[in-house]
């Protein structure tokens, strides 16, 4: 019998090559001859030789020398090699079944390779169809009222087709994620083959509405319990998401996130009461007709994390005071609460003040965000006093109208700040034009532990950030990324004296001065230092822009003085 060598030792030898893949050139090439050599070997070299394929591309990423073009080629091409790699494996043609152990299958991704420009027409798109694979490739068919056609591949028969074969090989897995075009008949297919999913991510839902999706998932997939829907057109969508989700077995749903409005109504917030106990994370969205059904979620009081989107032109408070009232009732009884985001709502303020004085819920993450349905800062002290009792905060973002705040409504705004002393993350929108250098370093001195700072003014270019902040910002030990849109006088000596002074704890550091006053502006060398100063020190990048053109007049001339 010819000697051999045990497991350990070959595991231990591949391990080192791939260790010592720096001082031996060769050792990519001979853990490819290794896992091409027998299947025994192959079990041991695989790993490891993926391992520095994503090391050396992760590397090739950031150390950025190539021409950004010929990068992007390379980045579509290794994401093509990989798609091919795991179609192959569901077909046989592989040393072992890849797609045997995956546990996430993201169709979308193959859909956004596929439409990407640098694959179509390509070298990239020879290969990944050539062999096995040209069976799958399908373009569009010229239509005989169009003279000048483009051809173009048929990305929805592509990943049907793929999908069809993949389906009965990925046994494993719990998360998928459909493109929109995916049919009833192709997912009823699919189904049957995957009994652990637990993920299920449409970018367009209406495939939902069909009954006999709907009855392939209760019987197929008992296991589902997190639905993500990016969008969900079509007629009676309220009816048909209240049917499928009223049709699952009570208590399972954990999670339920929409990305936009997807018309929730009645009849969908009630099939979520079914699942009161068991749903954790929410996200949903409510137009001006539907805001009003928000009352009857106030069962769901498990909620570790909660998102709503509201219709800015509804003024809770003023208009619908009854959902005003329930809402307050609601939150005030999710006891388990870490994370709330609240969008485009005026009352929220309004709403949270109470929820907040009655130390019903220990927030972890706070968000008021808006585009237009922004709370008036002025008129709204006693929220600020008793957003100060959320002492667990860790990140907050606070997006208001900040116009007409006196300096005391400014004070106990910097009150509130400095009692969140476990801030790691702070991002104010909307900040008055008194909220100047000393209101922003009395409250940096308050949040020793911040690493994410960005702030942002009422108005552009208000109020001013100076040198005297800069120094401030030195005195963060863990800070790793700055924004300033506030209009900045920062100077060439503070920016480099700033980051003389940062420390091993600003690692990776980002600066981004994104409204520099053009009587301030640094040449283009002074940026180069300071960036080249900033990578030295830390690793870290620095982004300038200024606030306008400065070869652009500020004001156009008046025609009428002409």
């Known amino acids: 019998?010819?000697?051999?060598?045990?497991?350990?030792?070959?595991?231990?030898?591949?391990?080192?090559?791939?260790?010592?893949?720096?001082?031996?050139?060769?050792?990519?090439?001979?853990?490819?001859?290794?896992?091409?050599?027998?299947?025994?070997?192959?079990?041991?070299?695989?790993?490891?030789?993926?391992?520095?394929?994503?090391?050396?591309?992760?590397?090739?990423?950031?150390?950025?020398?190539?021409?950004?073009?010929?990068?992007?080629?390379?980045?579509?091409?290794?994401?093509?090699?990989?798609?091919?790699?795991?179609?192959?494996?569901?077909?046989?043609?592989?040393?072992?079944?890849?797609?045997?152990?995956?546990?996430?299958?993201?169709?979308?991704?193959?859909?956004?390779?596929?439409?990407?420009?640098?694959?179509?027409?390509?070298?990239?798109?020879?290969?990944?169809?050539?062999?096995?694979?040209?069976?799958?490739?399908?373009?569009?068919?010229?239509?005989?009222?169009?003279?000048?056609?483009?051809?173009?591949?048929?990305?929805?028969?592509?990943?049907?087709?793929?999908?069809?074969?993949?389906?009965?090989?990925?046994?494993?897995?719990?998360?998928?994620?459909?493109?929109?075009?995916?049919?009833?008949?192709?997912?009823?297919?699919?189904?049957?083959?995957?009994?652990?999913?637990?993920?299920?991510?449409?970018?367009?839902?209406?495939?939902?509405?069909?009954?006999?999706?709907?009855?392939?998932?209760?019987?197929?997939?008992?296991?589902?319990?997190?639905?993500?829907?990016?969008?969900?057109i079509g007629n009676q969508v309220d009816q048909s998401f209240g049917t499928f989700l009223a049709g699952l077995r009570s208590n399972t749903l954990q999670e339920l996130n929409t990305w936009r409005d997807c018309g929730v109504a009645i009849e969908t917030c009630t099939a979520l009461a079914n699942h009161a106990l068991s749903l954790t994370d929410l996200r949903l969205g409510f137009s001006v007709d539907t805001v009003h059904v928000l009352s009857n979620l106030a069962p769901c009081t498990s909620l570790v994390n909660l998102e709503l989107e509201l219709p800015y032109t509804v003024d809770l408070k003023a208009t619908q005071n009854d959902v005003f009232n329930s809402m307050i009732h609601w939150l005030q009884s999710c006891h388990n609460l870490k994370t709330l985001k609240l969008s485009e709502c005026s009352s929220s303020a309004a709403i949270l003040e109470p929820v907040f004085m009655s130390d019903a819920c220990n927030l972890r993450e706070l968000s008021i965000s808006a585009k237009h349905g922004f709370y008036v800062m002025k008129d709204n002290p006693k929220f600020h006093q008793a957003l100060g009792r959320q002492t667990a905060l860790q990140k907050l973002s606070l997006e208001g109208d900040g116009e007409n705040m006196t300096s005391q409504d400014i004070d106990l705004f910097c009150d509130t700040l400095g009692q969140l002393r476990g801030l790691c993350e702070?991002?104010?929108?909307?900040?008055?034009?008194?909220?100047?250098?000393?209101?922003?370093?009395?409250?940096?001195?308050?949040?020793?532990?911040?690493?994410?700072?960005?702030?942002?003014?009422?108005?552009?270019?208000?109020?001013?950030?100076?040198?005297?902040?800069?120094?401030?910002?030195?005195?963060?030990?863990?800070?790793?990324?700055?924004?300033?849109?506030?209009?900045?006088?920062?100077?060439?000596?503070?920016?480099?004296?700033?980051?003389?002074?940062?420390?091993?704890?600003?690692?990776?550091?980002e600066l981004s001065v994104s409204s520099a006053h053009t009587s301030y502006r640094l040449s283009d060398e002074e940026q180069l230092v300071i960036q080249k100063a900033l990578f030295e020190e830390v690793q870290g990048r620095f982004e300038y822009t200024l606030i306008r053109d400065p070869d652009v007049p500020e004001f156009e001339p008046d025609d009428s003085d002409d």
């Not at 048929?154 to 493109?179: C, W």
């Not at 409250?443 to 270019?461: F, K, T």
């Not at 950030?465 to 006088?489: I, K």
């Open 1 to 232: 019998m010819p000697p051999f060598l045990p497991d350990d030792i070959i595991y231990l030898i591949c391990e080192e090559l791939y260790l010592l893949q720096d001082v031996l050139h060769d050792s990519f090439s001979t853990l490819f001859n290794l896992a091409t050599s027998s299947r025994s070997l192959a079990q041991w070299a695989i790993p490891p030789l993926y391992r520095m394929h994503s090391d050396n591309s992760q590397a090739d990423e950031e150390a950025g020398g190539l021409n950004p073009i010929v990068q992007q080629e390379l980045i579509t091409q290794r994401w093509a090699i990989t798609w091919r790699s795991i179609i192959l494996s569901a077909m046989g043609k592989t040393l072992y079944p890849y797609c045997n152990y995956l546990r996430a299958l993201d169709l979308r991704d193959l859909n956004e390779l596929l439409e990407d420009p640098k694959f179509f027409g390509t070298d990239i798109d020879r290969v990944f169809f050539g062999g096995e694979l040209s069976q799958f490739r399908f373009e569009n068919k010229p239509q005989a009222r169009i003279t000048r056609f483009r051809k173009r591949l048929n990305v929805a028969s592509i990943i049907i087709s793929i999908g069809d074969v993949l389906a009965p090989q990925t046994h494993l897995v719990e998360d998928l994620q459909n493109p929109s075009f995916v049919s009833p008949d192709a997912l009823m297919r699919w189904l049957p083959h995957l009994p652990r999913l637990q993920r299920l991510k449409f970018w367009d839902a209406q495939v939902l509405a069909n009954a006999e999706v709907q009855n392939a998932l209760y019987t197929n997939c008992p296991g589902l319990k997190i639905l993500e829907i990016f969008m969900w």
């Open 426 to 509: 702070l991002n104010l929108r909307g900040l008055p034009d008194d909220f100047d250098d000393q209101s922003v370093i009395r409250v940096l001195s308050a949040l020793p532990e911040l690493e994410i700072l960005s702030i942002c003014g009422y108005q552009p270019g208000s109020p001013i950030s100076t040198d005297q902040v800069l120094e401030a910002l030195a005195s963060l030990p863990r800070l790793r990324n700055a924004t300033f849109l506030t209009l900045s006088t920062f100077t060439f000596e503070g920016l480099l004296a700033f980051v003389e002074k940062l420390g091993p704890g600003n690692q990776n550091l």
